[in-house]
């Protein structure tokens, strides 16, 4: 397992880079007023230049996505329980991301800020896991019909 997740962590790297990437463009098109905005101002401020902050965001996207695609192999844990499963991934995320969010400056750094983003993360989390468990629920039902069919 340890291998599988030093591989995903790698090929997630540059995925999460390229995600990052797209997100902007998604906030540059919603609330950018014609302009592209690669990172939040106060970032640009932190650290003096665009060019500074954009590389500091895209490493933290980087090390973010690593992150998410390496943890993916606790999904295959076939001996833990799903609640284990989603408990310790809901850890590991959680572990990375708000530290990533609050060095990027991507949530307002106050305890009233992280509890809203925390919020938030917690709600998309459970939005994803919902559909993950519907889509593989689904797919499951229909193996287990084609096999009862075959027999």
């Known amino acids: 397992m340890a291998i599988k997740a030093i591989c995903r962590g790698a090929l997630g790297f540059p995925l999460g880079i390229c995600i990052g990437y797209v997100i902007t463009i998604g906030v540059s098109l919603a609330w950018g007023d014609g302009t592209y905005q690669p990172c939040v101002y106060a970032l640009v ?31 295959e844990m076939e001996k833990w329980s799903l609640a284990r499963q989603t408990g310790v991934h809901f850890l590991v995320a959680s572990l990375v991301m708000l530290p990533i969010a609050y060095f990027a400056r991507w949530m307002e750094r106050s305890l009233g800020g992280l509890l809203v983003y925390f919020g938030i993360f917690i709600a998309l989390f459970a939005i994803m896991w919902l559909v993950q468990y519907l889509i593989w629920r689904n797919l499951i039902n229909r193996i287990n019909q084609r096999v009862g069919m075959s027999e």
């Open 45 to 75: 401020e932190e650290f003096g230049s665009e060019l500074a902050a954009v590389v500091f965001q895209a490493a933290l996207c980087g090390a973010l996505g690593a992150t998410f695609a390496a943890s993916s192999v606790i999904w």
